[in-house]
């Protein structure tokens, strides 16, 4: 007899690849008519391309050019990003940590996958996977020079675990030879996985 499939759990019928089960998951609720395919392409847009990391990049290069401005972003990251206009969900109560010659930080969310979207953009796929937030815990050098980045043993490597009431933008250290360098020019050394604390900023 043929056997009958006509129990099995409806989910096992989804692709295994992540990308295919969110595809799946999109085509069956625009069917349904419950998203709009045109306004969810613009939110995507919106996060991975016109935002993305240069809200943060922004913050990061006038945090490096004007003192003042650095020292009140330390001190109440959420007041300053709001009045620059970079909040809303995912960003409601950020945190600004500095690299410096003593120590580095490192970002991870070790429960989910909380990120500040309004200052990063969409989060990478390895921040949210489960090596990159069990490791990073546990042996950040490791998981750095993974990343190419090697610190010098005197340097310390702190570890920030983002949650859902807090989250957190890391300083990176501005390179040698950025002198005179106006912001615009200074944002384009900013990277995403640099104000994560996964990478340097680079050099002129």
Known sequence: MPHDHSHEDPHALLPSDP???????????????????AALDEIIDTYENRIGPRNGARVVARAWLDPAFRAALL???????????????????????????TQHNIVVCTLCSCYPWPLLGIPPGWY???????????????????????????????????????????????????????????MTLISRDSMI??????AP
């Not at 990308?19 to 395919?37: H, M, Q, S, Y």
């Not at 990159?132 to 675990?161: C, N, Q």
């Not at 983002?162 to 250290?173: D, M």
């Open 197 to 202: 604390g996964t990478a340097l900023a680079s």
């Open 128 to 186: 949210k996977s489960d090596a990159y937030r069990a490791r990073v815990v546990r042996e950040p050098r490791k998981v750095l020079a993974d990343f190419g980045v090697t610190l010098p043993s005197e340097t310390a490597v702190r570890v920030w675990d983002s949650t859902a009431e807090v989250r957190y933008l890391v300083i990176p250290q501005r390179p040698a030879g950025t002198e005179g360098m106006d912001e615009e020019a200074l």
């Open 19 to 37: 990308a295919l089960r969110v595809k799946a998951l999109e085509t069956l609720l625009t069917r349904k008519g419950l998203i709009d395919p």
């Open 75 to 101: 001190e109440d990251a959420t007041k300053v990003v709001s009045d620059l206009g970079f909040y809303g969900r995912q960003g409601e109560h950020m945190v600004a940590v500095e690299n410096t010659e």
